[in-house]
């Protein structure tokens, strides 16, 4: 098999020269890379913007939150100083620091006050309001995350582009009713990436190989849950990643399950079968407390990156629930101990990165699986934030919720068949982790 007999960065060179190939070639109007978690999509991104800059191409690139802008300048500042950039924002954005601190960077809030730079950065919402100018080359990054209405609005800027995206995370979401375009093949609520293959499916698409996030004992778990028809494999070994406890423990059921993710990878923490509120305080407070644990144990993490191991400090720990209310009260229970650590919903941890993560499986304490809480992008952003150990907090009966419960969600002729499903991923991550039954 050729993902065994080639070493993963080999593999990942020859795709991304591919990609670039492709690029160059001018044959297509459109080139679309899939990445699994962790994959190198903001690498891929960068690399890319320099090669078509340096031919003399000017191009935007296209992202979807100001964060992903804000860290796209920075990489791509820091991998080509002469290379001359620009921000394009709204009136009142505040550039940070990683912004600031590079000369070639200029802010504006129109196109005609940067200056024309070889390389102009924006959100999709941002080059929506942009009404004149066209460029050879766009970059979408996070493309599976930009609904096909926006991909419309800005289309018309750029003769050719490259997307890169993960299809396995969250689709777009919207707080309106979106009903009556189900069905469409311009529907809004699909992915910028689906629309378009589904109007030119002769457009290459190529899929990076390795996860560079996460360990050899997390890539096959979330591959085989997210990515059962592409697959992608770690790109370190069994031995590349140790997470070592350095301080003793007082042996109880918090203790057994950090000790089990930190030897495994992985631990579920289960707690006895009930349905609960939302907002389940007692797994709320278990998600704290084994956040909290994690930091008392003096958790270190050695890697490729680390040899010699580097403490797991509270920054490099995160606690990710399914809705803000669940993140108000898991905040609540860490309280000042847990300063530092991160706890955010699943479409806010969405590109992130920590050493370990906590995780309130969406399920926990349900009496139905609607289609919010089913949805395996939720699941699979979750389950593959993490380079070390991750935990999952549940209550008992997942399992038997998954088999008993039927789905309620109308059919609806036209429409693309979604893989995977969410009953059968959420099934493979509960029987894929070790359990430790709580206290």
Not at 256 to 274: D, H, I, N, T
Request: glycine share 8%; hydrophobic share 45%; net charge neutral.
């Amino acid at each position: 098999m050729r993902g065994l007999q080639v070493p993963p960065a080999v593999e990942a060179e020859q795709v991304v020269t591919a990609v670039l190939a492709d690029l160059r070639s001018g044959e297509h109007r459109g080139v679309v890379v899939d990445s699994p978690p962790g994959a190198g999509k903001s690498t891929l991104v960068v690399r890319a913007a320099v090669e078509l800059a340096a031919a003399g191409e000017p191009l935007i690139i296209i992202a979807q939150t100001n964060e992903q802008v804000d860290d796209l300048i920075d990489r791509l500042a820091r991998k080509a100083p002469e290379l001359r950039i620009g921000r394009l924002s709204a009136n009142d954005y505040r550039a940070p620091d990683r912004v600031t601190a590079h000369e070639q960077v200029r802010v504006a809030s129109k196109v005609a006050d940067l200056n024309s730079p070889a390389v102009i950065i924006g959100t999709s919402a941002k080059w929506a309001l942009v009404t004149e100018g066209s460029w050879p080359w766009a970059i979408v990054d996070e493309a599976y995350q930009m609904r096909s209405d926006a991909l419309l609005r800005v289309a018309g800027r750029f003769e050719r582009a490259l997307f890169v995206g993960d299809p396995g995370q969250l689709d777009p979401f919207s707080t309106v009713e979106t009903a009556r375009w189900t069905g469409l093949t311009w529907d809004p609520m699909q992915s910028a990436v689906a629309v378009l293959l589904r109007h030119n499916p002769q457009l290459p698409v190529h899929r990076l190989p390795v996860s560079w996030r996460l360990p050899v004992s997390a890539a096959p778990v979330v591959a085989a849950a997210f990515y059962p028809f592409t697959g992608f494999r770690a790109g370190t070994g069994a031995g590349d990643r140790v997470l070592v406890l350095t301080e003793a423990g007082t042996g109880d059921a918090v203790d057994s399950a950090v000790e089990l993710a930190a030897a495994s990878g992985w631990a579920l923490y289960e707690l006895p079968a009930r349905h609960t509120p939302r907002t389940d305080r007692q797994a709320a407070a278990a998600c704290a407390e084994l956040a909290l644990r994690m930091l008392h144990r003096g958790a270190v993490a050695v890697s490729e990156h680390a040899p010699a191991g580097a403490p797991v400090t509270a920054d490099r720990i995160a606690v990710g629930a399914a809705h803000r209310d669940q993140v108000a009260v898991i905040r609540a229970h860490l309280g000042q101990a847990g300063a530092g650590i991160t706890v955010d919903t699943a479409n806010r941890l969405q590109g992130r990165e920590y050493d370990v993560t906590i995780v309130l499986h969406p399920l926990s304490g349900r009496r139905d699986a609607t289609a919010f809480h089913l949805e395996s992008g939720r699941l699979c952003v979750l389950a593959s934030r993490h380079r070390h150990a991750c935990v999952v907090v549940a209550r008992a009966g997942i399992g038997e919720l998954l088999d008993a419960h039927p789905s309620t969600e109308p059919v609806h002729l036209d429409v693309p068949v979604r893989f995977p499903d969410g009953w059968e991923a959420h099934q493979h991550i509960l029987h894929a982790i070790p359990r430790q039954a709580a206290g």
